[in-house]
Nanobody
Framework: QVQLVESGGGLVQAGGSLRLSCAAS????????MAWFRQAPGKEREFVAG????????DYADSVKDRFSISRDNAKNTVYLQMSSLKSEDAAVYYC?????????????????WGQGTQVTVSS
Protein backbone atom coordinates (compact mmCIF):
# COMPACT_ATOMS: atom_id res chain seq x y z
CA GLN A 1 0.00 0.00 0.00
CA VAL A 2 1.01 3.60 -0.45
CA GLN A 3 2.82 5.18 2.46
CA LEU A 4 4.04 8.72 2.88
CA VAL A 5 6.17 9.23 5.96
CA GLU A 6 7.16 12.71 7.03
CA SER A 7 10.10 13.51 9.27
CA GLY A 8 12.20 16.45 10.32
CA GLY A 9 9.70 18.42 12.36
CA GLY A 10 10.54 19.80 15.76
CA LEU A 11 11.00 22.90 17.85
CA VAL A 12 12.88 25.82 16.32
CA GLN A 13 13.37 29.44 17.31
CA ALA A 14 11.84 32.17 15.22
CA GLY A 15 14.21 33.01 12.40
CA GLY A 16 15.62 29.51 12.33
CA SER A 17 15.47 26.77 9.73
CA LEU A 18 14.19 23.22 9.39
CA ARG A 19 14.15 20.69 6.61
CA LEU A 20 11.22 18.34 6.34
CA SER A 21 11.40 15.09 4.42
CA CYS A 22 8.69 12.83 3.09
CA ALA A 23 9.62 9.31 2.08
CA ALA A 24 7.19 7.59 -0.26
CA SER A 25 6.66 3.89 -0.88
CA UNK A 26 4.11 1.75 -2.66
CA UNK A 27 3.83 4.03 -5.67
CA UNK A 28 5.85 5.00 -8.72
CA UNK A 29 7.15 8.17 -7.15
CA UNK A 30 8.37 9.79 -10.35
CA UNK A 31 4.82 9.87 -11.72
CA UNK A 32 3.37 11.74 -8.76
CA UNK A 33 3.14 15.44 -8.16
CA MET A 34 3.96 16.10 -4.53
CA ALA A 35 2.92 18.83 -2.16
CA TRP A 36 3.21 20.04 1.39
CA PHE A 37 0.20 21.27 3.33
CA ARG A 38 -0.03 22.46 6.90
CA GLN A 39 -2.69 22.75 9.53
CA ALA A 40 -2.55 24.89 12.62
CA PRO A 41 -4.94 24.34 15.56
CA GLY A 42 -8.42 25.61 14.74
CA LYS A 43 -7.53 26.36 11.13
CA GLU A 44 -8.12 24.72 7.80
CA ARG A 45 -5.42 22.64 6.18
CA GLU A 46 -3.66 24.92 3.72
CA PHE A 47 -1.35 24.49 0.76
CA VAL A 48 2.28 25.37 1.38
CA ALA A 49 4.25 24.21 -1.66
CA GLY A 50 4.10 21.77 -4.53
CA UNK A 51 6.42 20.23 -7.08
CA UNK A 52 5.61 18.49 -10.32
CA UNK A 53 6.41 14.85 -10.95
CA UNK A 54 9.59 15.73 -12.86
CA UNK A 55 10.58 18.55 -10.56
CA UNK A 56 10.40 21.17 -13.27
CA UNK A 57 7.50 23.13 -11.81
CA UNK A 58 7.09 24.40 -8.28
CA ASP A 59 4.47 26.55 -6.64
CA TYR A 60 4.27 28.21 -3.26
CA ALA A 61 1.74 29.88 -1.05
CA ASP A 62 2.34 33.61 -0.91
CA SER A 63 2.97 33.36 2.82
CA VAL A 64 6.07 31.20 2.34
CA LYS A 65 7.52 32.43 -0.94
CA ASP A 66 11.18 33.37 -0.66
CA ARG A 67 11.44 31.53 2.66
CA PHE A 68 10.57 27.92 1.82
CA SER A 69 11.89 25.70 -0.95
CA ILE A 70 10.47 22.40 -2.15
CA SER A 71 12.58 19.81 -3.93
CA ARG A 72 12.50 16.12 -4.71
CA ASP A 73 14.85 13.24 -5.31
CA ASN A 74 13.12 10.67 -7.48
CA ALA A 75 15.96 8.21 -6.97
CA LYS A 76 15.27 8.28 -3.24
CA ASN A 77 11.47 8.56 -3.49
CA THR A 78 11.65 11.58 -1.25
CA VAL A 79 10.35 15.13 -1.31
CA TYR A 80 11.80 17.85 0.87
CA LEU A 81 10.68 21.17 2.27
CA GLN A 82 13.46 23.50 3.31
CA MET A 83 12.06 26.13 5.62
CA SER A 84 14.00 29.25 6.54
CA SER A 85 13.30 32.46 8.43
CA LEU A 86 10.59 30.66 10.35
CA LYS A 87 7.87 32.70 11.99
CA SER A 88 5.45 31.88 14.76
CA GLU A 89 2.67 31.67 12.19
CA ASP A 90 4.49 28.81 10.46
CA ALA A 91 3.84 26.56 13.46
CA ALA A 92 1.57 23.71 12.38
CA VAL A 93 1.41 20.05 11.53
CA TYR A 94 2.95 19.65 8.10
CA TYR A 95 1.56 17.01 5.77
CA CYS A 96 2.99 15.50 2.63
CA UNK A 97 0.54 14.69 -0.18
CA UNK A 98 0.68 12.95 -3.56
CA UNK A 99 -1.27 13.48 -6.75
CA UNK A 100 -0.91 11.20 -9.74
CA UNK A 101 0.71 12.77 -12.78
CA UNK A 102 -1.12 16.09 -12.66
CA UNK A 103 -0.17 19.71 -12.26
CA UNK A 104 0.64 21.21 -8.92
CA UNK A 105 -2.69 22.09 -7.33
CA UNK A 106 -3.40 23.99 -4.16
CA UNK A 107 -6.68 22.28 -3.26
CA UNK A 108 -6.28 19.38 -0.89
CA UNK A 109 -9.09 17.44 -2.58
CA UNK A 110 -6.81 17.02 -5.60
CA UNK A 111 -4.39 14.84 -3.62
CA UNK A 112 -5.13 11.18 -3.11
CA UNK A 113 -2.44 10.10 -0.68
CA TRP A 114 -1.45 11.75 2.58
CA GLY A 115 1.13 11.24 5.26
CA GLN A 116 0.47 11.32 8.98
CA GLY A 117 2.07 14.70 9.50
CA THR A 118 5.00 16.12 11.39
CA GLN A 119 4.76 18.87 13.99
CA VAL A 120 6.65 22.12 13.55
CA THR A 121 6.77 24.40 16.58
CA VAL A 122 8.27 27.87 16.39
CA SER A 123 9.26 29.63 19.60
CA SER A 124 9.52 33.39 19.75
Amino acid sequence: QVQLVESGGGLVQAGGSLRLSCAASGLTFSTYTMAWFRQAPGKEREFVAGISWGGGTTDYADSVKDRFSISRDNAKNTVYLQMSSLKSEDAAVYYCAARFWGQVMSHRAEYKYWGQGTQVTVSS
